[in-house]
């Protein structure tokens, strides 16, 4: 079984400006990203898609692939299914894993699990929702791209905290000084 991750990123962010290009742990939210699932075994290739010609540069020498989306899977309100539609077109799979970088702190155990019940029902999804997977033909047929179908499963081990605003990210960068991995990651 072939599966392609991937990690989604686009320059743009309303709410915290250049957020996938800001720092954890002194790495980039989106190289960070691309770097857990290129050491995951389970992974056999990594792709990131944006729009971003900085996004791509900066995930340079993880080896990953950089898909450039078009204009029209770049926007702010464009949901995901489209974009890993996109993905699977591109880089045929069996099934595709995404690792949504706003969650930085998720241990590798998860994208197993992910996999495991993404293979058992066609599509799962981690709660937190750090880790979305499908199966190609659940993908490729996906109906309306905004109700989630997904078989969720919850993993206390994935750092709860999405980063979406400043106070987000400096809320993980405490919780990481205070010592999470203990709980987290």
Not at 26 to 35: D, K, M, Q, S, T
Not at 48 to 74: F, M, N, Q, Y
Not at 148 to 161: M, N
């Amino acid at each position: 079984m072939k599966v392609v991750g991937s990690v989604i990123a686009r320059l743009g962010s309303k709410r915290l400006p250049f957020k996938n290009l800001l720092p954890f742990d002194g790495v980039p939210l989106v190289r960070r990203a691309v770097e857990f699932l290129c050491d995951c075994p389970e992974v056999d290739e990594v792709v990131v898609s944006t729009e971003s010609e900085l996004i791509a540069r900066t995930c340079h020498g993880t080896g990953a692939k950089v898909l450039i989306r078009p204009d029209d899977l770049a926007g702010d309100e464009v949901a995901s299914i489209p974009v890993f539609q996109h993905v699977v077109e591109n880089f045929p799979c069996d099934l595709h894993l995404n690792y949504n970088c706003n969650f930085p702190v998720c241990p590798p155990e998860v994208v197993g699990r992910a996999i495991e019940v993404a293979t058992e029902t066609g599509e799962s999804l981690s709660d937190p929702f750090a880790i979305w997977a499908q199966t190609s033909e659940r993908l490729l047929n996906y109906g309306d791209p905004f109700d989630i179908t997904a078989t969720r499963f919850q993993d206390d081990r994935i750092c709860p905290v999405d980063v979406h605003e400043e106070a987000d990210l400096l809320e993980i960068h405490r919780l990481h000084q205070q010592g999470f991995s203990e709980k987290w990651g």
